[in-house]
């Protein structure tokens, strides 16, 4: 990520370690699967691709000042620190205004998140995207995006994913240079609307709807709440 400062990370024998379902009830309220998909001259299919698993958190994110004999409120970055820690993978980076994130990119290092996920089932509408992340995985895994079958795949599970393809704002040909300056959320929105411009015809891939939720552990409930419980 340019920009951004990388976060060294020290290993400490008395960090906590967090439990499975804590990891995958915090994933359910803050994680974000993100399948990007953006034009670039460089490659053969005129296409660069990236499927990352990312945690976003403002340091008020996590409410201090939760009391309890089995609580302890936490900083955002020892937080992230933490689930770095658990999936020993990934790394964090401060980000602007105060905001830090957890970031994993690589395929083989995505390859231990999925196999979390698969093992700890999400269980709110944020599964239907993970479902869809793990097939646009597969696909990169298998270099099917160097095809222009295999893009086209791509696009349509982005379709399904997240926020979709917005209407096409600008010429999928390229930004105007004054969009340099433009907030982050405004130049994604031009990148889904490029998309739909470049692939009119591509449908969406169907999402599964979830409903009827059981929370599988108190540990999901935990995570979903943004607080710790540690046993002594």
């Known amino acids: 990520m340019m920009n951004n400062k990388k976060l060294k990370i020290s290993s400490s024998s008395s960090m906590p370690v967090l439990k499975p379902f804590f990891i995958t009830g915090f994933t359910d309220a803050e994680g974000c699967f993100h399948k990007g998909i953006s034009k670039?001259?460089?490659?053969?299919?005129?296409?660069?691709?990236?499927?990352?698993?990312?945690?976003?958190?403002?340091?008020?994110d996590l409410a201090a000042g939760r009391s309890g004999p089995l609580r302890l409120a936490l900083r955002a970055d020892a937080l992230l620190k933490m689930i770095q820690s658990y999936f020993g993978v990934g790394n964090i980076y401060k980000l602007?205004?105060?905001?830090?994130?957890?970031?994993?990119?690589?395929?083989?290092?995505?390859?231990?998140?999925?196999?979390?996920?698969?093992?700890?089932?999400?269980?709110?509408?944020?599964?239907?995207?993970?479902?869809?992340?793990?097939?646009?995985?597969?696909?990169?895994?298998n270099k099917e995006h160097l095809t222009p079958e295999g893009l086209r795949k791509l696009v349509a599970i982005k379709a399904s994913?997240?926020?979709?393809?917005?209407?096409?704002?600008?010429?999928?040909?390229?930004?105007?240079?004054?969009?340099?300056?433009?907030?982050?959320?405004?130049?994604?929105?031009?990148?889904?609307?490029?998309?739909?411009?470049?692939?009119?015809?591509?449908?969406?891939?169907?999402?599964?709807l979830i409903h009827d939720q059981i929370i599988p552990d108190p540990y999901w409930l935990a995570g979903a709440h943004s607080f710790l419980l540690i046993f002594f």
Not at 185 to 199: D, N, V
């Open 96 to 141: 602007a205004k105060g905001s830090i994130q957890y970031q994993v990119s690589s395929v083989k290092e995505l390859g231990v998140i999925l196999d979390h996920f698969d093992k700890y089932l999400l269980i709110t509408k944020k599964r239907g995207d993970y479902l869809l992340f793990k097939q646009a995985f597969n696909l990169i895994q």
């Open 40 to 60: 670039h001259n460089r490659f053969k299919q005129g296409y660069s691709v990236e499927a990352v698993f990312k945690i976003h958190l403002d340091q008020k």
């Open 161 to 208: 994913m997240n926020k979709g393809l917005s209407p096409a704002p600008l010429s999928f040909f390229g930004f105007p240079k004054k969009l340099l300056s433009w907030p982050k959320a405004m130049r994604e929105g031009c990148s889904r609307g490029q998309l739909k411009a470049a692939f009119p015809d591509v449908e969406p891939v169907p999402r599964l």
